[in-house]
């Protein structure tokens, strides 16, 4: 490559990478473990409300985002935008508190892929499997960012065929086709207190686990920057993207609460450490297939494997834009010739692999650094969702008319303020048992990422006297700060 190209970000992402990115930052453990835990405290009427209702507000912030990201293509856009559209302070504390969950999510889940690794290996080391898929996940973020977008993509696409091959077994065992036994029918969708189990709060406190399991969605305004044609691509992969995944989730839960009823122990207590207690390894075996805990642990790992691949893909995004946008030390804003912004990749790993020895060296440190992260992925939907508000009346207030926009976000103002408001409740409900027994320890372990990023926001804002950009004032050119592109040819496969 021409030494001319040194330091440009690189636009070789597709719209089927774009699509599959979101696709494998939402179908994972919380899908293929905790969709049982949501049956059983809910009930599946109630479950299925709570993962509509969620799934809903999911559109819309995704939507908030494709209109904001067509028009202003940005790596790591959703703390950028609220940078330029709200305020510097809160661009600053959203983009740090997002580069510090995804920071902490890749030990996770390498420290995850151990573990399910485990199940075939029982003898050897956890951490030896971890340490090697480290490395791994390291060469693709390192090689090209169409090296990531591949990657995910096949790893993502044997999810999407996982989840299509379990709703169809679903059905067959419905029916009586599979597993040698009379149509199930709708008894256990009624069984006992069902659908509706624990009424509203059991629908509040499913909320979370929904927003949980949806969470990496948002990675699709990371990677916009990246995209080879972002006025094309994020529209085409939000919409193919949110109805498959809407439909996986909602398919999902209506075959496991037909099949299996809300009582099942097993349905409770699923776990990545306990394969065989998951809900799909449950019907495959109800199916009558063998190996079909085997065949679930093999899902599982590469679930694991694209979270923490995209993960690492994200945090290094983030903290590259961080530094674009003056919040962080320029060194990690600079971009290598394969349009790699490596001294982000490497700092990212660095910290990673801190906070993964952190569990050898003191587990209570490890866990709260992971409780700490807990909320940021609500916290960064939030930000989208005020920075969409904000994005849109400036650029109406500033004499813009909508019909310029290449993509429109539906339901403005409905859509930002519903998400905004949604945000708030789930956020503010976290551990609402805590507060009412005054458990101290589990709400500062439930509530620990609030106050990390209000010191992030005041620490900036009093420093740096940053205040709410007016309407008149917010930055709506379509030039990006700081960040150079280059374009690279490639036609969809």
């Known amino acids: 490559m021409d030494t001319k190209n040194e330091g440009q970000i690189k636009r070789s992402l597709q719209t089927r990478h774009l699509s599959m990115i979101a696709l494998g930052g939402s179908i994972g453990t919380g899908l293929f473990i905790a969709s049982g835990s949501a049956i059983t405290t809910a009930g599946p009427g109630g479950a299925l409300i709570a993962y509509g209702v969620m799934g809903i507000m999911v559109y819309f912030l995704m939507t908030s985002l494709a209109e904001m990201a067509t028009y202003i293509p940005l790596t790591g856009s959703f703390a950028a935008y609220a940078g330029k559209f709200v305020s510097p302070a809160l661009g600053f504390a959203l983009g740090w508190n997002y580069w510090f969950n995804a920071a902490i999510t890749v ?278 969702a005020i920075s969409h508000y904000r994005f849109r009346r400036a650029f109406i207030a500033q004499g813009h008319d909508v019909k310029e926009l290449k993509y429109h976000a539906l339901l403005f103002p409905f859509g930002p303020i519903f998400a905004f408001i949604l945000c708030i409740v789930v956020i503010a409900g976290q551990n609402i048992d805590a507060f009412l027994k005054l458990d101290w320890s589990n709400i500062l372990i439930s509530y620990m990422s609030l106050p990390l990023v209000l010191i992030l926001f005041f620490y900036y804002k009093f420093r740096y006297g940053s205040k709410l950009i007016p309407l008149d004032q917010v930055d709506l050119s379509r030039k990006t700060k700081g960040e150079s592109f280059e374009d690279e040819e490639h036609h969809e496969a």
């Open 107 to 384: 030990p996770v889940e390498i420290t995850t892929v151990g573990l399910v690794m485990n199940f075939w290996f029982p003898h050897v080391p956890a951490w030896m499997f971890s340490g090697v898929i480290f490395l791994v996940i390291f060469i693709i973020n390192y090689l090209s960012v169409r090296s990531y977008g591949e990657t995910e993509f096949w790893l993502a696409l044997i999810k999407v065929l996982a989840v299509v091959a379990f709703l169809i077994v679903g059905v067959l065992v419905i029916f009586g086709i599979m597993g040698g036994q009379a149509p199930i029918g709708m008894r256990n969708f009624t069984y006992k207190d069902a659908p509706f189990v624990h009424g509203v709060p059991g629908i509040i406190s499913v909320f979370l686990v929904a927003g949980f399991s949806f969470q990496g969605t948002e990675m699709i305004g990371i990677a916009a920057g990246e995209s080879a044609n972002p006025e094309k691509s994020v529209p085409e992969a939000i919409k193919s993207t949110f109805w498959r995944i809407l439909l996986f989730y909602i398919l999902t839960i209506f075959v496991i609460a037909v099949i299996l009823p809300y009582t099942n122990k097993n349905l409770l207590s699923a776990d990545v450490q306990d394969i065989v207690t998951s809900p799909f390894t449950l019907v495959f075996q109800r199916a009558g297939l063998a190996a079909a805990a085997s065949v679930m642990n093999a899902v599982i790992l590469v679930a694991v494997l694209s979270a923490a691949n995209s993960w690492m893909y994200a945090s290094t995004r983030m903290l590259y834009s961080q530094a674009r946008e003056g919040y962080a030390w320029k060194i990690f804003g600079i971009v290598n010739k394969r349009g790699i912004p490596i001294y982000g990749l490497l700092g990212t790993m660095v910290v990673g692999v801190l906070v993964w020895l952190t569990q050898f060296i003191g587990p209570e440190a490890y866990n709260y650094l992971v409780a700490a992260s807990g909320l940021c992925g609500f916290i960064a939907w939030f930000g989208i």
